[in-house]
């Protein structure tokens, strides 16, 4: 187990590793909410809604039929009979008065007429020519009364835009909606080992995998992403793809984080201008976690190892990608689970552990090793044990992040 020393730049405490929750409030503070722009209904999906919205109408607008059949006055007998007057559709409202003895023959969702209680529907009635005969009671009126599912001046609050708010928001009568711009994130891979999947790779390299899942998970959060070409381990190189990020919100690199000869990411940042928030963080995996800003971003520095690099993308890119859209409450959500089996003591480092969550009983993986993409694609939690957590056994409650 790494012993928490740290001879890295981070500007506070420095020999310090960071707790999670202290680096994320740290990240958050970094980047604030971006702003806001109108964009029309039709292409608002998964946009952060900016300001409350409030409907410009009752819904429905009027009182409506919620069957086909027929409407008139008061609680009918089997037996009795009711002469037809008039017909009420949808978009077709009949505006007559509807008296004692008399029905309209009325379709699901037209207004009803004035006059009318209940809709008694087609089938409890037998029709002949002009008059109906009840045969059969209805249980209700069959009636949606005006303003049922929302009145007029019902508030939507700030929320990610899903399909069924977007119908919500259309039937409030409300066609563009103010959301958050969409940040732009610039992805930056690291590592002279490494070469695009396709390419013809030397024994001794490595296809770049991180920058495929951490454009994923950027998108699918709502953000725009710019890979940037592989930056190789010099100076020179590193400062010139830094670079091409200018008018990014967020800088994303991957690799170089640590303390070897080749981690240039933070010496480099640093020369461009980057003020440091924080660099090691008492987590596991993804220890060399940087962050900072830079070119008027916020820059996060992730480890190279690719299963720590998606771990720490899923634990911090995405909640700053909320935040940055208006999410008030952006961290990962916990979950509980049983222990489906016995885990030692947790040491001196949070640990998300690649695990496999089934009917409520979540079983890590037995390796753990933070290179092991095979592992995260099986897994579909990652299991949270907090610094010192004690020994936990088989039926114990845990925490977990569904990934
Ligand atoms: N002496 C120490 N060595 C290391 C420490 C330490 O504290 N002291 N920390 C270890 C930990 S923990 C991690 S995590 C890694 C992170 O190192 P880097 O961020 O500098 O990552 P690299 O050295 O560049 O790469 C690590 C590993 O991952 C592969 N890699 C890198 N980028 C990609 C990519 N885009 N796609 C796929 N694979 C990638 C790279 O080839 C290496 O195998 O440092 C430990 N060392
Ligand atoms: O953070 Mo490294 O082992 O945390 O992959």
């Given at each position: 187990?790494?012993?928490?020393?740290?001879?890295?730049?981070?500007?506070?405490?420095?020999?310090?590793?960071?707790?999670?929750?202290?680096?994320?409030?740290?990240?958050?503070?970094?980047?604030?909410?971006?702003?806001?722009?109108?964009?029309?209904?039709?292409?608002?999906?998964?946009?952060?809604?900016?300001?409350?919205?409030?409907?410009?109408?009752?819904?429905?607008?009027?009182?409506?039929?919620?069957?086909?059949?027929?409407?008139?006055?008061?609680?009918?007998?089997?037996?009795?009979?009711?002469?037809?007057?008039?017909?009420?559709?949808?978009?077709?409202?009949?505006?007559?008065?509807?008296?004692?003895?008399?029905?309209?023959?009325?379709?699901?969702?037209?207004?009803?007429?004035?006059?009318?209680?209940?809709?008694?529907?087609?089938?409890?009635?037998?029709?002949?020519?002009?008059?109906?005969?009840?045969?059969?009671?209805?249980?209700?009126?069959?009636?949606?009364?005006?303003?049922?599912?929302?009145?007029?001046?019902?508030?939507?609050?700030?929320?990610?835009?899903?399909?069924?708010?977007?119908?919500?928001?259309?039937?409030?009568?409300?066609?563009?909606?103010?959301?958050?711009?969409?940040?732009?994130?610039?992805?930056?891979?690291?590592?002279?080992?490494?070469?695009?999947?396709?390419?013809?790779?030397?024994?001794?390299?490595?296809?770049?995998?991180?920058?495929?899942?951490?454009?994923?998970?950027?998108?699918?959060?709502?953000?725009?992403?710019?890979?940037?070409?592989?930056?190789?381990?010099?100076?020179?190189?590193?400062?010139?793809?830094?670079?091409?990020?200018?008018?990014?919100?967020?800088?994303?690199?991957?690799?170089?984080?640590?303390?070897?000869?080749?981690?240039?990411?933070?010496?480099?940042?640093?020369?461009?201008?980057?003020?440091?928030?924080?660099?090691?963080?008492?987590?596991?995996?993804?220890?060399?976690?940087?962050?900072?800003?830079?070119?008027?971003?916020?820059?996060?520095?992730?480890?190279?190892?690719?299963?720590?690099?998606?771990?720490?993308?899923?634990?911090?890119?995405?909640?700053?990608?909320?935040?940055?859209?208006?999410?008030?409450?952006?961290?990962?959500?916990?979950?509980?689970?049983?222990?489906?089996?016995?885990?030692?003591?947790?040491?001196?480092?949070?640990?998300?552990?690649?695990?496999?969550?089934?009917?409520?009983?979540?079983?890590?993986f037995g390796s753990q090793d933070s290179a092991l993409l095979s592992v995260l694609s099986e897994a579909?939690?990652?299991?949270?044990?907090?610094?010192?957590?004690?020994?936990?056994?088989?039926?114990?409650?845990?925490?977990?992040?569904?990934?």
């Amino acid at each position: 187990m790494t012993p928490p020393v740290d001879t890295g730049p981070g500007p506070a405490n420095p020999g310090k590793l960071i707790p999670v929750e202290e680096a994320m409030a740290r990240l958050l503070a970094l980047a604030p909410a971006l702003p806001v722009e109108t964009v029309p209904l039709a292409g608002a999906r998964d946009r952060w809604l900016a300001e409350p919205l409030r409907a410009h109408r009752d819904q429905p607008p009027f009182d409506a039929s919620a069957m086909d059949g027929y409407a008139l006055q008061g609680t009918p007998e089997p037996g009795e009979t009711f002469r037809v007057i008039g017909e009420a559709g949808a978009g077709h409202a009949f505006t007559g008065v509807i008296g004692e003895g008399q029905t309209v023959r009325i379709f699901t969702g037209a207004p009803v007429p004035d006059g009318a209680s209940r809709v008694v529907i087609q089938e409890n009635t037998a029709r002949d020519g002009e008059f109906i005969t009840i045969t059969d009671r209805d249980s209700g009126t069959n009636i949606r009364s005006r303003g049922q599912d929302f009145r007029i001046g019902s508030e939507l609050a700030p929320r990610r835009l899903r399909p069924s708010d977007l119908a919500l928001i259309a039937a409030m009568n409300i066609a563009t909606v103010p959301v958050r711009r969409r940040p732009v994130v610039a992805v930056i891979s690291t590592g002279d080992e490494l070469v695009m999947p396709g390419e013809d790779p030397r024994p001794d390299q490595i296809i770049a995998s991180n920058s495929f899942a951490i454009k994923a998970m950027a998108e699918a959060e709502g953000a725009e992403v710019r890979l940037l070409p592989i930056a190789r381990d010099t100076e020179s190189a590193l400062k010139a793809v830094f670079e091409l990020a200018r008018g990014a919100d967020v800088i994303v690199t991957s690799g170089g984080a640590s303390v070897g000869d080749h981690d240039l990411v933070a010496p480099v940042a640093k020369s461009l201008g980057m003020e440091a928030a924080f660099w090691k963080i008492a987590l596991r995996p993804g220890k060399p976690l940087m962050a900072g800003r830079l070119f008027g971003a916020a820059l996060l520095g992730l480890p190279g190892n690719p299963v720590s690099s998606i771990i720490c993308a899923e634990l911090f890119l995405l909640p700053l990608l909320r935040h940055m859209q208006g999410d008030p409450a952006p961290a990962p959500r916990l979950q509980d689970a049983r222990l489906g089996v016995d885990l030692p003591a947790n040491g001196p480092r949070s640990h998300y552990m690649r695990a496999r969550v089934d009917a409520g009983v979540i079983t890590p993986f037995g390796s753990q090793d933070s290179a092991l993409l095979s592992v995260l694609s099986e897994a579909n939690a990652l299991l949270v044990r907090p610094v010192g957590d004690p020994a936990r056994a088989t039926g114990e409650t845990v925490r977990y992040i569904p990934i």
